[in-house]
T-cell receptor, first 112, second 112 residues
Framework: QKEVEQDPGPLSVPEGAIVSLNCTYSNSAFQYFMWYRQYSRKGPELLMY????GNKEDGRFTAQVDKSSKYISLFIRDSQPSDSATYLCASWGDQAGTALIFGKGTTLSVSS | SQTIHQWPATLVQPVGSPLSLECTVE??????LYWYRQAAGRGLQLLFYSVGIGQISSEVPQNLSASRPQDRQFILSSKKLLLSDSGFYLC???????????FGQGTRLTVV
């Protein structure tokens, strides 16, 4: 079983829509979560970092963590064509000496 | 502020040739350093990570190797490239485990 699962999409929305991107994880010991945005042929850019249940907001982006369901989400309000990218969720493993575990990414396309 | 540099951006190499990719971090000391490979549809695969000079941990046995000759320098190498080594190679750094991870812009390697 993959430790971080993410629907690859693609997801297509019109400009101005609210976008919901989701991941599930299998290990209840995971505590730290991140969302990255990756444009084609570029390195991932960190959007959000969270380490507790609940919501964290930054501009048009809101990250949500539900540890009881092992579910993490990223909401994008007022989506723009410039938001078109692949979004990756990631979690730190629960053992010392491990590295980030990534989902496979969801490709988002926002049309104007 | 901290920055991460990775080069070259693109590379085309023949099968059997050697490889050297370099990554350097500026503006911080003793970072944790990581090499990932990203293949289409397969997400980010951790190759190597290092928590200090000379300390390298390998996640995937293969014909690649990594070295950390200086505190903020991480090098990915191969003596003889295989076709299967083609991919997008990403370097990343963190202050320590369970903190935000920041990525370089990647090297797109094509082995022909």
């Amino acid at each position: 079983q993959k430790e971080v699962e993410q629907d690859p999409g693609p997801l297509s929305v019109p400009e101005g829509a609210i976008v919901s991107l989701n991941c599930t994880y299998s290990n209840s010991a995971f505590q730290y979560f991140m969302w990255y945005r990756q444009y084609s042929r570029k390195g991932p850019e960190l959007l959000m970092y969270t380490y507790s249940s609940g919501n964290k907001e930054d501009g048009r982006f809101t990250a949500q963590v539900d540890k009881s369901s092992k579910y993490i989400s990223l909401f994008i309000r007022d989506s723009q064509p410039s938001d078109s990218a692949t979004y990756l969720c990631a979690s730190w493993g629960d053992q010392a000496g491990t590295a980030l575990i990534f989902g496979k990414g969801t490709t988002l396309s926002v049309s104007s | 502020s901290q920055t991460i540099h990775q080069w070259p951006a693109t590379l085309v190499q023949p099968v059997g040739s050697p490889l050297s990719l370099e990554c350097t971090v500026e503006g911080t000391s003793n970072p944790n350093l990581y090499w990932y490979r990203q293949a289409a549809g397969r997400g980010l695969q951790l190759l190597f990570y290092s928590v200090g000079i000379g300390q390298i941990s390998s996640e995937v046995p293969q014909n690649l190797s990594a070295s950390r000759p200086q505190d903020r320098q991480f090098i990915l190498s191969s003596k003889k490239l295989l076709l299967s080594d083609s991919g997008f190679y990403l370097c990343a750094w963190t202050y320590r485990e369970n903190t935000e991870a920041f990525f370089g812009q990647g090297t797109r390697l094509t082995v022909v």
